[in-house]
């Protein structure tokens, strides 16, 4: 077989160079295979007019598949179960899940020919990340002949033991019965079927049929753009510590937790907090600034732009993220992108991203066990502030040569070689190592697994 570049399909419903989250990972993912690979990209309609202004071609770079007519009832009725913005990603998820049938089937009716002639050497589906989201293109591009990688695909992580008040205000109802997506139509057959199946965490891996992990490979889901960051952090670390929080304001990412644990320090002025984000939880943080005695507005500064990301991040000396249940960490990655050392807890995506030379990571434990561990971590760095100078280095190097875009697709070309039978062995890039005890994390209901 020739080794020249693979002509491959990406499906990446959710792909947008001006969102967030999600759209953002799927839009970086996509722009960097085509460095590799030779790519079509197919979306969702609505990434169309942001896709073009990045000088990409519709009906030649990438198509734009029209779903409106189910995709905007299924939005609305997704906002109207979740209740507050930015809460209840399961049932937004699982909800989601109907009208993306209907645009794998619209895919399918604009493509099978050519997959059936064999203009694509592959399809590989970024996005959905959810590893619950059967395709119902694997199964017929198997019938073709043409292999079908899925992925990276990240979520399912346990809620911590200790924390379902926080599942309760997130609105997580389906999560108690979130191991009921192993009976969705065709999702067994789908990683049956599949070439390889592209995972980001452990967590994931450990979700998918045990058929499936030979065909299983860790790729992180999330990566650094250097156009994105262009600057780094050269501000030497001194008290008052400046500490900063930025993300969405909801439970599960432990803000409030993070205000307790500073609290002593804030009084004592040996720390400077901010916590730049909105969301549901504005209101229950100013009221516990206030309590404390501490001025809410000089601390809670309202949301950022993305684009501003690094200026703000780059004035800050250390970057806290206290998520008890993080999929991805993206902030985390973000910040060691610019020289800014993070404060994680050592579960979930941010795990895998943070080490002990680029961050610091704080035990999983009760809500009163993370604030007391947290409250330590910042009074250590508080009294040995030169250490984050060391860290941010050692920060910034790992973030941009070992999750840098352009890794991520070497290491997905070599994917693409081993289905394609271009290569023998199957490529292994290092799986993190949990350390997290069983009994720290909640159990799933047993009814639900059946």
């Not at 002509?7 to 970086?28: D, K, M, Q, R």
């Not at 108690?176 to 592209?198: C, E, F, N």
């Not at 516990?288 to 001025?295: D, F, M, W």
């Not at 993370?370 to 508080?382: D, G, K, N, P």
Request: hydrophobic content about 40%.
């Amino acid at each position: 077989m020739s080794k020249s570049r693979p002509s491959v399909l990406v499906i990446a419903e959710s792909c947008n160079p001006e969102w967030v989250s999600v759209p953002l990972v799927g839009w970086f993912h996509a722009r960097a295979l085509r460095e590799v690979a030779d790519v079509h990209l197919v979306t969702q309609i609505r990434n169309r007019d942001a896709i073009s202004r990045t000088g990409l071609i519709e009906g030649e770079d990438f198509t734009a598949i029209d779903s409106e007519r189910v995709a905007r009832p299924v939005w609305k009725m997704a906002n109207f179960f979740r209740g507050d913005s930015g809460k209840g990603w399961t049932t937004a998820t699982a909800v989601s899940a109907l009208s993306y049938y209907y645009f794998e089937r619209l895919v399918w009716r604009r493509f099978a020919d050519d997959l059936a002639a064999k203009r694509f050497d592959l399809v590989h589906r970024v996005t959905p990340l959810s590893p619950t989201q059967p395709s119902t293109i694997a199964p017929k591009c198997a019938r073709l002949g043409v292999p079908f990688v899925l992925g990276p695909l990240n979520g399912g992580l346990p809620w911590p033991r200790g924390f379902d008040d926080v599942r309760r205000q997130e609105r997580e109802w389906l999560s108690y019965l979130r191991r009921a997506y192993k009976l969705l139509p065709g999702l067994k057959r789908t990683y049956r079927v599949a070439s390889a199946t592209i995972v980001a965490s452990r967590a994931t891996l450990d979700q998918l049929p045990a058929s499936a992990h030979d065909r299983a490979i860790y790729i992180a889901e999330n990566g650094v753009a250097p156009e994105r960051f262009t600057v780094k952090r050269t501000r030497k670390a001194q008290r008052p510590l400046k500490l900063l929080f930025l993300s969405r304001l909801v439970p599960y990412k432990g803000a409030d937790m993070l205000i307790d644990a500073a609290a002593p320090l804030l009084q004592s002025g040996d720390i400077q907090l901010e916590i730049a984000g909105e969301g549901p939880q504005r209101d229950q943080l100013t009221q516990k600034l206030r309590a404390l005695n501490l001025e809410s507005e000089s601390i809670l500064t309202g949301w950022v732009q993305h684009e501003d990301v690094q200026r703000k991040l780059i004035k800050a000396d250390v970057f806290a993220l206290p998520s008890i249940r993080e999929f991805g960490g993206g902030a985390a990655l973000e910040a060691m992108a610019v020289g800014v050392p993070p404060i994680v807890i050592d579960y979930g995506g941010p795990a895998d991203l943070v080490t002990e030379r680029t961050g610091w990571l704080v035990p999983l434990g009760s809500r009163a066990q993370i604030i007391e561990r947290l409250r330590q971590t910042l009074v250590h760095i508080a009294t040995r502030p030169d250490v984050v100078d060391e860290k941010g280095a050692a920060a910034l190097r790992r973030a941009h040569t070992q999750f840098s875009w352009n890794t991520k697709a070497q290491q997905t070309l070599q994917v693409y070689e081993w289905v394609l039978g271009r290569r023998s062995d199957k490529p292994s890039f290092p799986l993190p190592t949990p350390d997290i005890e069983p009994s720290q994390v909640a159990p799933e209901p047993a009814s639900a697994a059946t």
